[in-house]
C-alpha cells in the first residue's frame, strides 16, 4: 500500500518569511506524481504544486517551490514570502502507477501571524 | 477558470434516510472521482469512475454507495441508509482530458465539498 507521512501536525511563520513544510512517502512505482494541496478554513481543497517523479527539476509555482529528493523519497513545500493568506492545512498527496486514487498525508496545519 | 461544483453545499439528514450528492466536474474531464473527510482527519479516497463504470474503489465503499452520471454533466453519489459514522466533508473530483497531456490524467481537481451531518 502507498504511505504518505506528513510528521508535522502545526507549523507557524511570521508574514513574509519562508517556511517549509515535510512530506515523506513511500513507493515500489518508478512511474508517480505527488502534490501539494491547500486546504483552507471554507475547507476546499486547492491544487497548489505537482511534481512529476521522473523530472529532475524541482516544480515551482510563483512563491511554492518543492524539493524533491526521489532517493530519499521527501517531497517538502517551501512557501517564500508567507502571506496572511497562505494560512491553511496543507496535504501532501501522491498518485502512483496505474491507480487512479491519490493517497493522503495526514496534514499540516500552517499558521501565518502578523 | 472552470472549476468542479458540488451541491448541496451542506446536507442534514435523519439516520436510515437516503442522499444524493452532487458534482459538475470539469466539462471536458474523462475522470471522476468522490473523496471523504471526517472532521479534523486526512482525506480518503472513496470511488474513481471512467468510462461509465467504476475503475476502483475503497473497502469505505460498500454496497450502501453508489455513483452514476446520469447525463453528460452530472456525477452523483448516493448514500442508500445513512449512518452517523457517514458524517463527513465529501469531495467530488475530475481530472484528464482528451487532450492527454503527461500528468493531465493524475492531476485531479477538487469541487468545494459537500458537508453531510447525519443525525
Known amino acids: 500500500a502507498q504511505t504518505v507521512t506528513q510528521s508535522q501536525p502545526e507549523m507557524s511563520v511570521q508574514e513574509a518569511e519562508t517556511v517549509t513544510l515535510s512530506c515523506t512517502y513511500d513507493?515500489?512505482?518508478?512511474?508517480?506524481?505527488l502534490f501539494w494541496y491547500k486546504q483552507p478554513p471554507s475547507r476546499q481543497m486547492i491544487l497548489v504544486i505537482r511534481?512529476?517523479?521522473?523530472?529532475?527539476q524541482n516544480a515551482t509555482e510563483n512563491r511554492f517551490s518543492v524539493n524533491f529528493q526521489k532517493a530519499a523519497k521527501s517531497f517538502s513545500l517551501k512557501i517564500s514570502d508567507s502571506q496572511l493568506g497562505d494560512t491553511a492545512m496543507y496535504f501532501c498527496?501522491?498518485?502512483?502507477?496505474?491507480?487512479?486514487?491519490?493517497?493522503f498525508g495526514t496534514g499540516t496545519r500552517l499558521q501565518v501571524t502578523l | 477558470e472552470p472549476e468542479v461544483t458540488q451541491t448541496p453545499s451542506h446536507q442534514v439528514t435523519q439516520m436510515g434516510q437516503e442522499v444524493i450528492l452532487r458534482c459538475v466536474p470539469i466539462?471536458?474531464?474523462?475522470?471522476f472521482y468522490w473523496y471523504r473527510q471526517i472532521l479534523g482527519q486526512k482525506v480518503e479516497f472513496l470511488v474513481s469512475f471512467y468510462n461509465n463504470e467504476i475503475s476502483e474503489k475503497s473497502e469505505i465503499f460498500d454496497d450502501q454507495f453508489s455513483v452514476e452520471r446520469p447525463d453528460g454533466s452530472n456525477f452523483t453519489l448516493k448514500i442508500r441508509s445513512t449512518k452517523l459514522e457517514d458524517s463527513a466533508m465529501y469531495f467530488c473530483?475530475?481530472?484528464?482530458?482528451?487532450?492527454?497531456?503527461?500528468?493531465?490524467?493524475?492531476?485531479?481537481?477538487f469541487g468545494p465539498g459537500t458537508r453531510l451531518l447525519v443525525l
Open positions: 513507493t515500489s512505482e518508478n512511474n508517480y506524481y
Open positions: 498527496a501522491s498518485h502512483t502507477g496505474t491507480a487512479s486514487k491519490l493517497t
Open positions: 473530483a475530475s481530472s484528464g482530458s482528451l487532450a492527454g497531456a503527461v500528468g493531465e490524467r493524475e492531476t485531479q481537481y
Open positions: 511534481q512529476e517523479a521522473y523530472k529532475q
Open positions: 466539462s471536458n474531464h474523462l475522470y
